[in-house]
């Protein structure tokens, strides 16, 4: 007698990642069952903006919707939106009210794709959640590990950091393996409609308005006017609200001087933005905040690795050190100072695991 099919629930966005994923899964035999979410209102009639290719818009399901049926699986549109509100885009808000730098992405992986979307997956019967991630789960050394993409620049491992043990366990990423272009490839030989779909790199639930315009409707008063400032105390200019600045940011500060001047503080007693030469943002060290560690707790003499502090950077060598409430990444050259918020992603020296990584404060 044949083992059992295993049930899987396939996350459907409407692109041609997520498609081919659910369609690699049919294929595998397995019993796929293909769940849209419904995470942010998009259309006029429930408050939400109408961009075509934004998340949950009635164009991105109609597609996913006409994929799954396509390849024979049942499709469902689960609504979350509470649920995305309240782990990801609150969250957001609130950050950036605070100072700090978000990254929903990651948040929206840790607490929806593979939190209540696992959740979802387990009512219904399922065992496993695949999405259209580039990224690759291995089991090693009684850990499960996270694997780099084949097409290194579309990996998303940096998206995944933050997954807990039990969510890689029960993972499935089908195109961890393909390139971009074979994702394409495979799509058109299957007539799926999404083949040749372009992609959206905009965060989904913020429209045209950009974040500046989102975060001034959630919350305006992070918009409140005070100065722009010299590190020697001389007065630059004015600024419309810290929500609009980053550390390190030296376009469209609006001001004028000798050298190039870059974000070096916002002091949040005063409400001013501080600026000052690239070299009063090098640090050797900064500390990390509510970490993951796939390979279980850091090493006692630290753990040397490659670090991306953001997505795309050129991965810099570190050695981040336990700590007490988190842990510290101790650059192996001075490195601009990250704003607090923003994932810290470590790497393994050949750059080809990611090993976890935590949140800059």
Same mark, same amino acid.
């Given at each position: 007698?044949?083992?059992p ?60 919707? #006409?994929?799954? !049926?396509?390849?024979?699986? @049942?499709?469902?549109? $689960?609504?979350?939106?509470d &649920?995305?509100?309240? +782990?990801? /885009?609150?969250?957001?808000v ?95 030989v ?19 308005e950009?974040? #500046?315009?989102? !975060?001034?409707?959630?919350? @305006?008063?992070?918009? $409140?006017?005070?100065?722009? &400032?010299?590190?020697? +105390?001389? /007065? ?11 550390l ?14 870059f ?60 700590g ?10 001075p ?14 020296q ?12």
């Open positions: 007698m044949p083992p099919m295993v049930r899987t629930v396939v996350g459907m966005s409407g692109g041609v990642d997520s498609s081919l994923a659910a369609a690699l899964m049919r294929e595998r035999g397995e019993d796929a069952v293909g769940v849209t979410m419904k995470l942010w209102p998009c259309a006029e009639t429930d408050g939400g903006f109408t961009r075509e290719d934004a998340c949950c818009s009635p164009t991105e399901t109609i597609d996913a919707r #006409a994929v799954a !049926l396509g390849l024979g699986l @049942p499709h469902y549109v $689960v609504d979350l939106e &649920e995305f509100r309240v +782990g990801v /885009v609150d969250g957001f609130a950050a950036y009210a605070a100072g700090e730098t978000p990254n929903p992405c990651v948040r929206c992986n840790e607490k929806i794709k593979f939190g209540a979307l696992w959740d979802y997956a387990r009512q219904i019967g399922a065992e496993r959640v695949a999405t259209g991630h580039y990224a690759r789960v291995e089991r090693a050394f009684d850990r499960w590990l996270l694997r780099t993409a084949a097409d290194r620049g579309k990996d998303q491992t940096y998206f995944l950091f933050s997954l807990t043990q039990e969510q890689l366990a029960h993972a499935d990423f089908p195109i961890g393996d393909l390139t971009k272009t074979e994702v394409r490839e495979h799509a058109r299957r007539a799926l409609r999404t083949a040749d779909k372009h992609e959206s790199q905009d965060i989904c639930f913020v429209g045209d950009g974040i #500046a315009g989102f !975060l001034r409707r959630a919350q @305006p008063d992070v918009f $409140v006017p005070g100065p722009i &400032e010299h590190e020697d +105390g001389t /007065v630059l200019g004015e600024h419309q609200g810290l929500a609009a600045y980053t390190g940011q030296r376009k469209g500060l609006g001001v004028a001087w000798s050298e190039p001047l974000v070096t503080r916002l002091d949040r007693a005063r409400n001013a933005v501080v600026l000052g030469p690239r070299a009063s943002l090098l640090v050797g060290a900064q500390r990390l905040r509510d970490c993951t560690w796939h390979l279980g707790a850091l090493p006692s003499h630290g753990l040397e690795c490659l670090v991306r502090p953001r997505h795309r950077a050129k991965p810099v060598a570190a050695t981040i050190m336990p007490e409430g988190g842990a510290e990444v101790r650059w192996a050259e490195q601009p100072r990250v704003n607090p918020g923003q994932a810290c992603v470590a790497y393994d050949r750059d080809e695991y990611c090993l976890g990584g935590g949140w800059f404060t």
